[in-house]
């Protein structure tokens, strides 16, 4: 029974599943299509899913990053290169002796430094209210010795001074070495000579002349009275009776003798032309007078060239680069090292190879002009001496007047937004991050009284810098009691004009307060300055008599933080970013730029040559120089299609014949102009003309043209290019000057003739990669609905898709 029973079992099953498989085929297709649409389901879903997770992982970070600052990234370390491992041991024979070449000191003399040499004295300097006081600084050239030192001021002042209750008194180095009073009559010009101890004189000094002006015998009612002023005459002068002393040529001191920083006088450089021209001794030129040009800054340099000794004069610094097959004057010169063949020996008669750089400090002759030789027995060792002089770090090491160069460390070339005197690449950064005017990084602030100066300081936006709405800063300030709440406020100021402000409300004082205020986003340019003032007012005044208002102070402190919204964008041609030196010296170290000239360059050609390169040094900053320069046959491809070139020559030899072709200016054959179309000729041109263009070779690079019909016109560009009163005016693409006079000032204004032209259309063009970020950061407040709209976009792609593929199935 129990056997039987489990047999009906099992043949109930079977029929069962029998009758499954053979009666219902109608609800196994639907079965089957249920099935599908569930699995199209979950599929759909699972590939939504996986869409949205990869937008949210890439969503998160980017709205992480908007609400904190982003970290900066770490500096790069420069490594030495693995091919420039150090000998263990000299290899070469310096001279055993240890006598040091010395200049011989000229005769002492007088020498007369007018105020009106200074830009802030212009036609007087003018002292207003009770007290006022102006500041002049000078220096002291390093073979100087003052034998005597007088003061001679002109002045004049208004007839209203009471005599007996004004005066001038004049201070060198915060000593006073006299006063004046203020007692001529109407119209008289007063004159006063004052002497100075010469052991006050130092390095860097300061001239301060200050003035107490009152109008009554008994108290000046109102301070800002405006017959309360004095002025000094810009004729003033110091006087300067001294003697020169002996000059030791040791490269301790260097860049001295070739460049004296302290000199009153323009430096003058004298190059000696080699007696053949390549590729070595051009870029080695280029690259040593960029580096005079970093050392000068902002001072004057003369730069002239010589074809022989007998044409150096003696105020020259004579610089001679090459080998001495290729600057035969070498052997007349008394040199440290003996020459055999045309090639240097070291101290035990042995040939120095050619990939070995030699450094020289001697003098001519006659001993009265200094001589820089950095040479080699072959180009590769010529390259190298002058690598070493133009490597900030390295130079420090040089000491003796004989240097031998075996090896000079590789320096990367910098980022291309890593530009020292600007602001720092990260956008959140603090005063602390930013330099003062002598490269110290700047602390906390104070200053004193109701007429305290403004803290300035360079807020240099980078010239592809585009700002965003967002940008913003916060200042942290503390001030002292004893300040008036109704009138005493702090504000910000950009390039003078005011963006906000806060009153100072404690008459008991506040510690590091803070404010936000925003920055604008089309005012902060590459040469804009940040004032922050305090305007202190003392609680109590008192009448008829001098306001003691040094208790009054306050402090901006270093930690005063900033935050940009920027992206890099720039629109070029545009020759006043050239102002700042881009887009050629991005990056810093001049890598990204080559010089071409003319096969057979003329004088003019070498000299704009060497003058384009000063300029590239002083708008540049950097641990090295990798500037290069070419004759036009000699510029390789590579260089031709990815640098930023700058062509110079006349219209007849200029190395790109491309840069006349178009409908913009041009310059043509027998003196032909050419502007859209319109054509003239003229006789004579002696017009310059500066021109920069997108590079015909690559649309992400310039070509910058430096060129004129003559060799005059190639010397009116050198004086646009050298002087600042002309450089700082460029505009446009296209720049035409003339000069209207036989030796023109750059001062004058109508000594010379500047049209500027704009013939092309400008291209913008991104700096790096982040835009899209900046964008994204920018208005990371949208990304969550984004994401939800996009996910269901996704979803409805996916179901769409999955029909069709089940209708296709069918």
Known sequence: ????????????????????????????????????????????????????????????????????????????????????????????????????????????????????????????????????????????????????????????????LYASRSNLTVLVNGTSIGSVPLNKPRGEIGSVTLSVPKDLIQDYNEVVVAALQNNSPTCTQDPYDPSLWSEILPDSKIVFDFQPQPVAMDFNRYPYPVYDTLSLQTNQVAYLQPETLNEAWLTAATRYHASLGRVADYRALDTRLVQSLDEVEETDRLVIIGTPENQAALSSLDLPLPLQNGRILDAEQKVLPPDVGVLMLTTTADRRVPVLVATGNGDAGVTKAVQFLVQAQDQKIGTGNVIFVEQVNEIPSPALREWPNYLPIEDSFKLADLRSFNGEPYNDVTVRG?????????????????????????????????????????????DGIPLDGRRLTSTNGANRQEFRLDLPTDRIKPNSKMQVNFRLDPRERRSCSRVTDQQLWGTIHADTSFSLQRQNVVRLPDLELFRYGYPFAAPQDLSATAMVVPDQPSDADLLLLLEASERLGRLSKADSIKLNAYRASQLPPEARNQAHLIAIGTQAQFPFPEAFQGSGFALNAASVRQWQQSQIQTNPDRGGVVKQMVSPWNQERVLLVLTGQTDAGLEQVRHLIGQDPLFYQLEGDTVLISANRDNPSPYEANDYNLEFLQESPQRQIVGDQRSWWLLLRSNWFILVPAVVVAALFLYGVAQLYLKRVAVQQR
């Not at 300030?477 to 109704?486: A, F, K, L, R």
């Open 450 to 494: 109701s007429h305290a100066p403004a803290l300035e300081f360079d807020f240099r936006a980078l010239p592809d810098d585009q700002f965003l709405p967002g940008s913003s800063m916060i200042l942290r300030y503390s001030y002292g009691p004893q300040t008036n709440p109704v009138t005493s406020l702090v504000e910000v100021e950009l």
């Open 1 to 160: 029974m129990k056997y039987r029973h489990r047999s009906t079992r099992s043949s109930a099953r079977d029929r069962l599943l029998r009758n499954r498989i053979s009666g219902h085929d109608i609800s196994c297709k639907s079965h089957h299509r249920v099935s599908r649409s569930i699995v199209s389901q979950k599929l759909a879903i699972l590939l939504t899913c996986v869409l949205t997770s990869s937008l949210i992982a890439v969503t998160l970070p980017l709205i992480s990053t908007a609400q904190a600052q982003r970290e900066p990234e770490p500096a790069s370390i420069s490594q030495p290169s693995p091919s420039t491992s150090l000998s263990p041991s000299p290899t070469y024979v310096l001279p055993s002796s240890t006598d040091v070449p010395v200049v011989e000191p000229p005769a002492g003399g007088q020498y007369v430094l007018e105020f009106n040499r200074s830009p802030v004295v212009g036609n007087r300097l003018r002292l207003e209210s009770i007290y006022d006081e102006v500041r002049l600084g000078f220096t002291r050239p390093r073979n100087w010795t003052p034998e005597n030192v007088q003061v001679l001021l002109r002045y004049r002042h208004s007839a209203a």
